[in-house]
């Protein structure tokens, strides 16, 4: 015998009221472009509301509406901005479709313990809302960044082309001025020159302070750690100053060495962190085992210990690459006219020559960034599979 169980239907003084939450959200970010947000926080909150509360009830199937409502919102983008505003509110309107039907019917409570309290719930996603927004905000310039680094128009804003995906508003000379101009182009050979030599010492002496730490019988090992992953603490504009006054009294300043064992310095922290984290779970009888069976300490590191923590090492090497390939402040203080590295030439570019070659450089370390951060995560969850922490 099957037994079929109904949701309960909330009351209309639950969904409505969160609906137009979400519509003066959303009228906030469409007001403000149009130049009054208030205004929009009181349309949105007031339409979303009408039709939060008129939806369920006027006993049309939840598809027809959701579609009708992508429909309505999207000639209404388009009558307001154009093709982009058009697919906006298109966005809108599928995802207020849904939600009005996701509380009304109260599916929001499918996932979770059936014990769980009102309070208990509202938590459990204000909490998943508000991780949402600082999401959001921190993509945002991203998203703005990448498709003006296609404009055809030496602009920092959106032409009215763009806005109409008009083709003759876009353009890859932006693109092609960097891979043309010598100025960007030795800044890049500086980075890639810089950088894989900075992440090379700051993986080496990085595993080395990792595995020394890790054995119990080190004395002040805590100490040693905070003073090791420093360089992430103190602000980079004191460190800068500080390498920038040592380094000009050895003799250092201004070279390519100096630079690199700058860069070498702020990565060694993420070495350290990664690394440590990947010996948590190893398991020290490996090496003694290795030990008894005749092998030395070198042997033993490389045939036992590297291979289970090599996924840590990696994931160290890219984030040492990726500080060292960004950073600007350090460089700025220790380096010379000789060692001009990308994130540098973007940072003149932006006080001396506003030129939005920087927007498609931007862009392309944004796209170097996303596929390093995806190597680490993809070596993470091998790194927790070789230690029996996830299903294989």
């Known amino acids: 015998m099957t037994v079929t169980t109904t949701v ?33 926080v009181v349309i949105g909150a007031l339409l979303m509301g009408a039709i939060a509360f008129a939806a369920p009830l006027s006993g049309l199937p ?6 009708a409502l992508l429909a309505a919102m999207a000639i209404a983008g388009y009558l307001i901005g154009g093709v982009s505003a058009a697919i906006i509110g298109a966005a809108f309107g599928w995802f207020f479709g849904w939600l009005i039907f996701w509380l009304y019917e109260g599916r929001y ?12 719930v509202l938590w459990h996603y204000t909490f998943r809302v508000i991780c949402g927004a600082i999401f959001i905000f921190l993509i945002t310039p991203i998203l703005v960044v990448m498709p003006l680094s296609f404009n055809a128009q030496n602009f920092f804003t959106f032409t009215p082309e763009m806005l109409r995906l008009d083709p003759a508003g876009f353009s890859l000379k932006h693109y092609h ?19 894989p030599m900075a992440t090379l010492l700051s993986v080496g002496f990085g595993t080395l302070a990792a595995i020394g730490l890790s054995q119990p019988h080190v004395p002040f090992r805590r100490a040693i750690m905070a003073i090791l ?10 460190s800068a100053a500080g390498m920038y006054f ?14 690199v064992l700058a860069h070498a310095a702020l990565g060694i922290p993420f070495v350290i962190i990664t690394v440590t984290a990947t010996l948590v779970g190893f398991d020290n009888s490996l090496t003694r085992a290795a030990s008894n069976m005749g092998a030395d300490p070198v042997t033993t590191f490389f045939r036992v210990q590297m291979p289970l923590i090599l996924p840590g090492v990696i994931s160290g090497a890219l984030f040492a690459f990726i500080t060292s390939f960004d950073e600007v402040v ?26 939005p070659t920087i927007l498609a450089v931007a862009t392309i370390l944004v796209a170097i960034s996303i596929v390093l951060l995806t190597v680490v995560e993809m070596l993470r969850r091998r790194s927790e599979r070789l230690r029996g922490m996830s299903p294989g």
């Open 8 to 40: 309960p239907r909330r009351p209309v003084s639950f969904y409505v009221p969160v609906t137009a939450a979400f519509g003066a959200l959303a009228g906030l970010f469409v007001g403000t472009a149009q130049g009054s947000g208030l205004l929009g």
């Open 62 to 67: 939840e598809r027809a509406v959701r579609w």
């Open 177 to 195: 001025d960097f891979f043309t101009n010598s100025d960007w182009q030795q800044a890049l050979k500086n980075s890639v020159m810089i950088a």
């Open 330 to 355: 350090v460089v700025l203080f220790v380096g010379s006219a000789g060692q001009k590295t990308l994130p540098w030439q973007m940072f003149t570019g932006l006080r001396e020559q506003i030129s």
């Open 229 to 238: 992953i420093s360089p992430m603490i103190v602000p980079l504009i004191i």
């Open 246 to 259: 040592f380094y000009s009294r050895i003799g250092l300043q201004g070279t390519y060495i100096g630079v």
């Open 109 to 120: 409570r499918t996932h979770l313990a059936p014990y769980l309290t009102s309070g208990q």
